[in-house]
């Protein structure tokens, strides 16, 4: 007599077939992603029971569905923990700019992603200071972080409207801004390439931060700079000049032609 596999584990079994066909193996292997109906063809499933393992996925973060093309591929849950042991392709390629970031200003630096609307960070290095908090794996309201007007660079007025209407605190004070404000601080990340931003984390005087883009050209995370010590404003668009030079070339480095590439020191 054998025993049936309790209802949970063949549940659990049938999403990491999911997740192993989003990893890719061989010629199978495809960076954009996979749609449902090749999903579900591959697995010899219907189309609507994968449709919900996806969607159930993709809420816990295992998933993600590109707005695009809206295939889906591998979530960034995923990635966090594979980043606390560098196999992440993303984390292995950004962290010598992000150290070089860290150096250049003996501040904190950072490598974050959007996950619905919260950021969170995959890397972080810090400065030469004793006292650090760590943040990797920490996920934070995009409010409340440096790097979430860079990520939201791409998203149109309405979209953002949108989410801010969603998570914006009653009482707001003028350092983390209302819809008017963010939609300046996004259009000058789509000019300048960088973004200034008062922060309530640590005891940050300023967040810098900017854009990176992947192989499509598309906003996959963003590098930023804590700065702890009083700054002019002068000297914040300094680093926001710098932070936004490093980010274009590591966009060069994950496959993005736009600008030329060098390696960092």
């Known amino acids: 007599m054998t025993d049936n596999p309790p209802m949970s584990s063949a549940g659990l079994r049938r999403d990491m077939e999911i997740l192993e066909i989003l990893a890719g193996h061989g010629d199978e292997r495809d960076a954009d992603g996979f749609g449902v109906s090749w999903i579900a063809q591959r697995l010899g499933r219907e189309k609507s029971q994968v449709s919900r393992a996806l969607r ?3 809420i816990e973060g295992m998933v993600e569905r590109d707005p695009l093309t809206r ?3 591998l979530g960034w849950r995923l990635f966090a923990l594979a980043a606390r042991t560098e196999q992440s392709r993303l984390v292995r390629i950004s962290a010598p700019y992000v150290r070089r970031l860290a150096a250049a200003f003996d501040e904190d630096a950072y ?3 959007l996950r619905g609307n919260m950021v969170l960070t995959l890397l972080s290095v ?3 200071r004793a006292y650090h908090r760590v943040w990797e794996g920490v996920s934070v309201p995009v409010i409340m972080a440096a790097a979430g007007r860079s990520l939201l660079a791409e998203w149109d007025e309405e979209r953002v409207r949108e989410l801010l209407g969603t998570i914006l605190p009653a009482g707001l004070d003028g350092s983390v801004g209302g819809s008017d404000e963010w939609l300046k601080e996004l259009d000058h990340v789509r000019t300048a390439g960088y973004a200034v931003s008062d922060v309530e984390l640590d005891d ?3 967040g810098v931060s900017a854009p990176v883009r992947d192989h499509r050209g598309l906003i996959t995370a963003a590098i930023s700079v804590s700065v702890t010590r009083a700054a002019s404003l002068g000297r914040l668009h300094e680093i926001g000049v710098s932070v936004a030079e490093t980010a ?3 966009s060069c480095a994950l496959g ?3 600008s030329a590439w060098r390696r960092p020191d």
């Open 56 to 58: 159930g996925l993709e």
């Open 111 to 113: 490598l974050c992603v």
């Open 256 to 258: 993005d032609g736009k």
């Open 71 to 73: 295939r889906y591929r």
């Open 204 to 206: 940050s005087e300023a």
């Open 248 to 250: 274009r070339e590591l």
């Open 126 to 128: 810090p400065s030469s």
